[in-house]
């Protein structure tokens, strides 16, 4: 998946605080969220895209949550309206993007979150989320991209020096300290901008500490490029971020959270991992999982107990990975995933804890996630030197950075044309942003 997809494809925190005196208009609609440029939102609609936040959130709905998360997705959702009435105004004759490139994606999705497609449909048909909508989210994300990468790219000239350059202070910088980064980035355009952005970041970093994961919000909120991956940047060396972010990491500690300001707007750091000076090697993972599953989200306590305590059973009565494999197939009530190899390092910070220092043959404990009760079996352990980035890669990293600024200028230019009506019950939105809408 490309690392502009997510910022758009999931529920990035876009305000309209620019929107002038006049444009957004407060009205009573029944059954009706927003008017966008005559295109309606309703309800329904809402409602579906609640629940696919909650789903990739892996929270289970209240009142609270709700609160914290409907402003982003009543608003995302009228940006996503914009962007499409742009991409479709300027669509070449066989479309932006095709069939297969949303299955595609669709199928990244899925095993993004360790999970087959045919499971992954399962799991939204559960959650009362329609595979089309989720895929329509994917065409007019994937649609907004191609837009940018048409109308900009010609602009974006990055020269085969600035890559040597940029290679050959990453190699010497290999000799400092790592860092394991994961990273949210929300960029300021002006002043007004900036309370906005700091009213999001600050909602962000509490649902942080309610315990929502870092991976999943990046996904859903993030603006910088690497949002379709968590916001996970991998190891990372002094100068790759900026002055302020560098400083701030030499004093995170590590499984961290914390806010920097930068000159581009605000960034949220989460350090997964540090290695002292030197440090040049990673762990790969050989690993399957098992999972009882749980069908119903309103299961009583004590139900969920007796399935914790069946998983416990199954994990004491195996003497190694491979033979909680075979116990768990002879089950009858068990699923088994196919192995699969994954760096340590990029499991997501929910997993990783859960896994991070056992051993080849190690199981897991049981956890709770939303396709059931999951162990995880270690069939394979191994370390690896970190190989420096390639060309291409710092290339495309550029590139990226360069098309995340014009994104955001366009963004800028849609909010200032923009004729939206929205219904007038969300009025709070502007005590949840912190916004003024008049």
Not at 45 to 71: C, H, N, V, Y
Not at 291 to 307: C, F, G, K, S, W
Request: charged share 25%; hydrophobic share 35%; net charge neutral.
């Amino acid at each position: 998946m490309s690392n502009f997809l997510c910022r758009c494809l999931m529920l990035s925190l876009v305000f309209l605080s620019s929107l002038r005196d006049g444009v957004c208009q407060q009205k009573e609609y029944d059954g009706i969220v927003a008017v966008v440029n005559d295109e309606v939102i309703t309800n329904e609609d809402l409602e579906e895209r609640i629940r696919w936040a909650l789903f990739t959130l892996g929270k289970d709905d209240s009142p609270s949550l709700r609160m914290q998360i409907s402003s982003a997705v009543v608003w995302e959702m009228i940006m996503e309206k914009l962007r499409c009435g742009r991409t479709k105004k300027f669509a070449p004759k066989g479309g932006w993007v095709s069939p297969k490139e949303v299955e595609d994606t669709l199928t990244n999705l899925a095993e993004a979150n360790k999970l087959s497609l045919k499971t992954f449909e399962e799991l939204l048909g559960k959650k009362r989320i329609r595979k089309s909508t989720v895929s329509e989210m994917i065409r007019a994300n994937l649609a907004w991209e191609a837009y940018l990468e048409t109308r900009y790219g010609r602009y974006i000239n990055i020269s085969e020096s600035d890559v040597k350059r940029t290679l050959a202070q990453v190699k010497e910088r290999g000799k400092q300290e790592l860092y394991y980064v994961h990273r949210m980035f929300f960029p300021v355009s002006d002043e007004r901008n900036e309370r906005e952005v700091s009213g999001q970041v600050n909602n962000l970093m509490q649902m942080l500490n309610r315990g929502v994961s870092f991976s999943s919000l990046a996904r859903q909120f993030s603006r910088g490029p690497a949002a379709s991956k968590g916001g996970e940047l991998g190891w990372v060396l002094q100068g790759q971020l900026s002055q302020e972010e560098d400083r701030e990491l030499h004093r995170m500690a590590v499984g961290s959270n914390a806010v920097v300001r930068n000159n581009r707007g605000y960034a949220i750091l989460l350090l997964q991992d540090r290695k002292e000076s030197g440090g040049t090697s990673y762990t790969t993972l050989q690993l399957v999982q098992v999972v009882i599953p749980v069908q119903d989200d309103n299961l009583p306590r004590e139900a969920v107990q007796m399935l914790f305590d069946s998983a416990k059973t199954l994990k004491n009565d195996a003497q190694n990975a491979n033979d909680l494999v075979r116990k768990a197939q002879e089950s009858g009530f068990c699923a088994v995933s196919p192995p699969v190899q994954a760096i340590l390092e990029e499991i997501s910070p929910e997993i990783r804890p859960l896994v991070a220092n056992l051993s080849a043959g190690g199981i897991s404990n049981p956890c709770k996630m939303p396709n059931g009760i999951v162990m995880f079996g270690i069939l394979d352990r191994k370390t690896n030197e970190i190989p420096l980035p390639t060309a291409e890669k710092v290339l495309r990293q550029k590139q990226n950075e360069r098309l995340s600024v014009f994104s955001d200028q366009e963004v800028q230019d849609l909010k200032k044309i923009a004729d939206i009506q929205y219904n007038k019950k969300y009025e709070r939105l502007d005590k949840v942003s912190g916004k003024d809408f008049g």
